[in-house]
Nanobody, 123 residues
Framework: QVQVEESGGGLVQPGGSLRLSCAAS??????YAWFRQAPGKEREFVAG????????YYEDSVKGRFSISRDRAIGTIYLQMNGLKPEDTAIYYC??????????????????WGQGTQVTVSS
C-alpha cells in the first residue's frame, strides 16, 4: 500500500524560508511533485522532479525561489522554499506517480497524494 505524507509547513514572515518534506512509501515512482491550493483557488502545480531523467520542473512564479530535490537513500522528497511571499500561502500537497513528459505539470499525472501541509506567509 502506498502512503504519502508531508511535513514541514508552518507560519513564516515574508522573505523567510521553509523546507517541506514528503515521505512516499510502498514502491518507487518515476515522478514526484508538489502542488498547492490557496483558499478559493484551484490546485496548481508548483514543482516536479523525474529523478531517472535528471529533470526538474517549476511553475513560473516560483522559479529561482523554490528548489525540489530527492534523497534516494531515504526516499524523501524536499521542497526548499526561499524568499517566501504572502501569495505563496496555501496548502501544499505532495504527489507521486509515473508521469510522462506531457503530464508532469498536471494533476492527472499523479496517482497518489498526501493530505497536505499548511504554509502561511504573513507578518
Amino acid at each position: 500500500q502506498v502512503q504519502v505524507e508531508e511535513s514541514g509547513g508552518g507560519l513564516v514572515q515574508p522573505g523567510g524560508s521553509l523546507r517541506l518534506s514528503c515521505a512516499a512509501s510502498g514502491q518507487s515512482f518515476g515522478t514526484y511533485a508538489w502542488f498547492r491550493q490557496a483558499p478559493g483557488k484551484e490546485r496548481e502545480f508548483v514543482a516536479g522532479i523525474r529523478p531517472s531523467m535528471g529533470r526538474t520542473y517549476y511553475e513560473d512564479s516560483v522559479k529561482g525561489r523554490f528548489s525540489i530535490s530527492r534523497d534516494r537513500a531515504i526516499g524523501t522528497i524536499y521542497l526548499q522554499m526561499n524568499g517566501l511571499k504572502p501569495e505563496d500561502t496555501a496548502i501544499y500537497y505532495c504527489a507521486v506517480g509515473n508521469s510522462i513528459e506531457s503530464t508532469v505539470m498536471t494533476m492527472r499525472g499523479y496517482r497518489y497524494w498526501g493530505q497536505g501541509t499548511q504554509v502561511t506567509v504573513s507578518s
